[in-house]
């Protein structure tokens, strides 16, 4: 069973901060994937990274993934309380059958006060 | 515009009986897939599909049964239901370019077991 950690559970900062959310892995994925949730929806894809070392930018949001591709990062810079959300890493095995079996993390809520 | 469509959304059950969540889907995915979402535990993977006919089982798929009689939909059926149950069930569809995964979740149903 592939297992991710992710980290801090909880962040509370104020905003015009800095933060940094870290999903970690001993199993090598094909791909990684960071979700964000509002209350009362579905998580909803933000970026997918698939190429060890690879660094992809979303405004203010840097994700990383990991040489090994084991691990990845989000990165927020100068946070806004509209980034206020739950943030989830998934990971995807998509060797032979795997389609559609994603690993999640315990997710990260972030809050953003004003 | 529909995506992934969930009912019902809200749900209170007695110990012991029986229900079915219902999953449609209008992207045209083969992949589908259905989640569990408890507090602290991020997602956790029931039961998936990789096409019509062909299902199998998750991380945590005691206590649930699924079918796919057709691409568009994916019930789950909860036999007789827990109230290790409770929790929010969320319904995925996946589409694959590649290595790259990108899921789409429905609202989620939000299941109390009394």
């Known amino acids: 069973t592939q297992l991710l950690e992710q980290s801090p559970q909880f962040l509370s900062i104020q905003e015009g901060e800095n933060l940094t959310v870290y999903c970690n892995s001993s199993?090598?994925?094909?791909?990684l994937q960071w979700y964000r949730q509002e209350p009362g929806e579905g998580p909803v894809l933000l970026v997918t990274?698939?190429?060890?070392?690879e660094v992809k930018k979303l405004k203010r949001l840097t994700f990383q993934f990991g040489d090994a591709r084991k691990d990845s990062s989000l990165h927020i810079t100068a946070a806004q309380p509209g980034d206020t959300g739950l943030y989830l890493c998934a990971g995807d095995d998509a060797g032979g059958t795997s389609y559609g079996k994603l690993t999640f993390g315990q997710g990260t809520i972030l809050t953003v006060h004003p | 515009n529909a995506g992934v469509t969930q009912t019902p959304k809200f749900q209170v059950l007695k110990t012991g009986q029986s229900m079915t969540l219902q999953c449609a889907q209008d992207m045209n995915h083969e992949y589908m897939s259905w989640y569990r979402q408890d507090p602290g535990m991020g997602l956790r993977l029931i039961h998936y599909?990789?096409?019509?006919?062909?299902?199998d089982q998750g991380e945590v798929p005691n206590g649930y049964n699924v079918s796919r009689s057709t691409t568009e939909d994916f019930p789950l059926r909860l036999l007789s239901a827990a109230p290790s149950q409770t929790s929010v069930y969320f319904c995925a569809s996946s589409s694959y370019r590649g290595r790259e995964t990108e899921a789409f979740f429905g609202q989620g149903t939000r299941l109390t077991v009394v």
């Open positions: 599909s990789v096409g019509a006919g062909i299902t």
């Open positions: 990274v698939v190429t060890g070392g």
């Open positions: 199993s090598v994925f094909s791909s």
